[in-house]
């Protein structure tokens, strides 16, 4: 009884200190729209520890992790999360990007959601060896809203 109390015991400690490592990551994984003073649908994100805006959303009704990054041209996917979701890919050629040239595929997104704001028909791009299963949202869906910046904290809100 004792080893089964300090197993269970255990095993509590695991799953909270791993929710709360991931609300240290993305303390945005339910972001929801909200409407603002004026009456307009807007998202307001916290920057996780490392500075970055993480949040949840969904590509074609699948759940996904955004990282929003204002110096990409578009959306980027990993490769394998482009097979999960079974996109289609057309060649793209070559990107320039931080880690300088790579070899890039070309797709479109039936929808992307960022928390109820959502657009359809969306361009986006594969990149084979991009690390990780975050999509890097890019300015081809931040463009479509303001972006207001306080301190720690980002609003997307749809133009009034």
Known sequence: MLFGAWIAGIALLVLFFNDYLEDQRNP???AS?????QGLPQVVLQRNRQGH???GGSI???AVTFLVDTGATSIALPMEL?????????????????????RIWNTRLDSVSLGGLEMRNVRAVVM????????LLGMNY???????QRGDTLT????G
């Open 53 to 55: 805006f993480v949040a």
């Open 142 to 148: 931040l463009r479509e809203f303001e972006m207001i």
């Open 28 to 30: 945005n994984r339910n």
């Open 33 to 37: 729209v909200e409407l603002s003073a």
């Open 128 to 135: 084979p060896n991009m690390p990780g299963d975050d999509v």
């Open 82 to 102: 482009a097979r999960t979701l079974q996109l289609p890919l057309r060649p793209g050629g070559m990107s320039k990007t931080a880690n300088g040239l790579v």
């Open 156 to 159: 997307l809100r749809v133009p």
């Open 60 to 62: 074609n009704d699948a």
